[in-house]
């Protein structure tokens, strides 16, 4: 896009290069292209050197968004060296290249969650999952806080912290056991070592001379203390974010990294985008009013030349079927009416729970759907096996990975025997991968048994030699077909089952073999990759189908036409959050609500639901009147507006058929 479209606030945040840079994004307000247009201003006007530029982003998806624009921008020039990429994404990069400092092999593993949650549950001795899971995300909000486990046993002030403090560090200690760093650890482990190497530090600030943040609103306490490090003294950044849309908190974002950046860069230049480009005057009418009840950190107010357009409306239905019923029927003749695209509308809620009803009406319609923000593609036990055998390829101390490779499909190795192993391997500080080749071995391992895990070990051998050295693609097909996979797959789940898991195994390893291709890159380059990608990139073409999104899911996201359902006090906002007097984030996931609109606003509410046996009333959200009346159509409440002569001849019939009568009762 050229210099002319751009607006004046956009080309001062483009072209503002004297310091550290804060640009408050209103939602569609044109951030990405202000981010991809000053990268192309640095290479192409200030001489900058590609590879000295760093790109922020906190998804897969927009990085992916950012380096097209950037191509078609730039051309090819935008692909040399240039860093777009995600915050875990950057930390892999800077773990993997100084692993020597932090006493990691470069080829170590990343444990995503679940393996996080296994290792707590062998570490505590305790097989309550949910335990596990718990005490998992309090030492997971510890480390992105940037808390060691000294300070967290300090902390510490209930039963489940005391219990979390205690599991911390030895946690830790068979992570680095297993050669493995979690999630956490990617940003963690880079801010300890640009703290405690100082030459390391200088290093990487001479590599990244210049770094742009996406969504700064969305960084936790360690992202900001490694975006300090990485951007040192000079401040050579600029920072892009939108307080009004700071909806992650429970996933340990700071929106105090905002209020903290004027005081840690006093020369910090803060630059307002307020023109939106995505929506109607009414619609961002009612996104004003509403947010406008939050406390500013910085005032701005969007705008937009899109006119007025179509009232908000806000509808009452009876129960959630009803609504469910209401909005698809009131979605398919909007679009019978308007000639409109399935994909041109959105149907989002507070809670994944509310999609079912949803789901149901738009297959009673035969409406294409699709939900995003559902379970990830890694999720699927089918995939975490392969993954598990591709850790321990890179990296044969990664005890979780040995255990579930060796253990699917089967091969006559049972608990006991694993156990026996596992007993000499921590006798002897080893991995169970080392312990298998060991002499000693033969003194606590079967002979039949030792032979099964020795074939198992030559094999991974002989797999991991290929790995760095052969395609993605061939490696990984003859990986599956010499365990014999797939006829595992047929035996152990029924037909149906099967089928579409082996499916999923053929997506995966065509994925790879073709990324590897594009790339140029062998197995091993991809393994630790693979953990950091969330979603499998399926490049499909964009289908008419109508959007069902989590508010969370929906954020960046755009939709012609938006239904915003379950608007009622307990849901949005949720009850959690009213309890803990927490009302401001909600507020903000509501203004993310309506500013994913660009045409038309739809906002419903349910008088009443259930609650196990009981049916409770409902009250419809305090974020609906605080919309403000200008623009907004109320089809829940008795108008004071006189009835015109239709009206009142459909109202007195409506009577006629509630009461049972005919015309001339």
């Known amino acids: 896009m050229s210099a002319l479209l751009l607006n004046a606030p956009q080309r001062e945040a483009i072209r503002y290069l004297d310091g550290p840079c804060l640009v408050l994004a209103g939602a569609g307000s044109g951030k990405t292209r202000v981010i991809t247009q000053k990268i192309a201003y640095l290479v192409g006007e200030c001489g900058f050197n590609p590879a000295n530029i760093a790109a922020i982003t906190f998804t897969n998806k927009a990085a992916r968004e950012m380096q097209e624009r950037l191509s078609k921008l730039m051309g090819g020039r935008a692909a040399k060296g240039l860093t777009v990429c995600t915050f875990h994404a950057l930390g892999v990069r800077i773990v993997r290249q100084e692993a020597v400092h932090l006493g990691l092999k470069p080829q170590f593993s990343i444990l995503d969650a679940s393996d996080a949650t296994q290792i707590i549950t062998e570490v505590s001795g305790n097989t309550d999952k949910v335990l596990a899971k718990s005490l998992q995300w309090q030492i997971s909000s510890w480390k992105n806080a940037l808390i060691e ?18 599991l911390y560090a030895e946690y830790d200690k068979t992570l680095r056991a297993y050669h493995a760093v979690d999630f956490d650890d990617l940003i963690r482990l880079p801010v ?22 996406d969504e700064y609103q969305d960084t936790n306490r360690a992202q900001y203390k490694l975006l300090r490090l990485l951007s040192g003294v000079r401040g050579a950044f600029t920072a892009v974010g939108d307080d009004d849309q ?15 950046l004027p005081t840690d860069y006093p020369s910090l230049k803060v630059i307002k985008l307020e023109q939106n480009y995505r929506s109607t005057t009414r619609i961002l009418h009612a996104a004003n009013t509403v947010i406008a009840n939050n406390e500013k950190l910085f005032d701005k107010k969007l705008w937009s030349e899109h006119g007025a357009g179509d009232p908000v409306t806000v509808m009452a239905c009876q129960t959630p079927e009803h609504e469910a019923e209401a909005v698809v029927m009131r979605l398919n003749a909007h679009k019978f009416e308007h000639r409109t695209h399935f994909k041109d509308y959105a149907i989002l809620y507070r809670g994944n729970h509310q999609a079912r009803l949803f789901e149901q009406q738009l297959r009673n319609h035969k409406i294409p759907y699709a939900i995003s923000g559902g379970r990830s593609f890694f999720e699927n036990a089918e995939i975490k096996d392969l993954c598990a055998y591709l850790r321990l390829l890179a990296n044969e101390d990664d005890d979780l990975a040995f255990i579930r490779a060796l253990t699917v499909p089967r091969r006559g190795v049972g608990p006991a025997t694993i156990e026996a192993l596992g007993r000499y391997a921590a006798l002897r500080h080893v991995s169970l991968f080392t312990a298998v080749f060991e002499e000693g071995v033969t003194q606590h391992v079967q002979p039949r048994q030792l032979e099964s895990l020795r074939d198992f070990g030559h094999f991974i051998n002989r797999m991991a030699h290929r790995a ?39 997506d995966f390893s065509s994925w790879l073999g073709r990324k590897g291709e594009e790339d140029g890159k062998t197995l091993l380059d991809m393994i630790q990759t693979i953990t950091l990608i969330t979603m499998l990139d399926k490049e499909e073409a964009e289908l008419d189908e109508v959007q069902l999104a989590t508010l969370h899911a929906s954020k960046g996201l755009e939709f012609k036409h938006v239904f915003l359902v379950g608007v009622e006090e307990g849901l949005l906002p949720h009850q959690s959050s009213i309890d ?14 309506i500013t994913r609109a660009q045409r038309t606003l739809t906002i419903s509410y349910c008088e009443r639901r259930k609650s196990g046996r009981d049916v409770r009333t409902c009250d419809p959200s305090r974020f609906i009147d605080e919309m403000g009346e200008e623009g907004v159509r109320r089809n ?30």
């Open 192 to 213: 300890r070592l640009f703290e405690e190497h100082p030459e390391v530090r200088e290093r990487w600030q001479n590599r990244l001379r210049y770094l742009l943040v």
């Open 468 to 506: 760095p050295r052969e395609p993605a693609g061939p490696v990984l097909n003859d990986l599956l077909k010499a365990i014999n996979y797939e006829a595992w797959l047929y035996e152990s789940c029924d037909p149906r089952e099967a089928e579409t898991k082996w499916g999923n195994v053929g």
């Open 246 to 260: 700071a909806i992650y908190a429970w996933r340990g974002a700071d929106v105090e990294n905002l209020r903290q």
């Open 149 to 166: 486990p000294a300070e967290a046993a300090k902390l510490a002030h209930d039963e489940l912290t005391n219990a979390a403090a205690l």
């Open 580 to 593: 803990e007097d927490k009302i401001e984030e909600e507020r903000r996931l509501m203004y993310v609500g």
């Open 636 to 665: 829940d409440r008795k108008s004071t507006a006189p009835l015109g002569k239709e009206d009142a001849k459909a109202r007195i019939a409506n009577l006629r058929a509630l009461l049972g009568k005919g015309p001339g009762g």
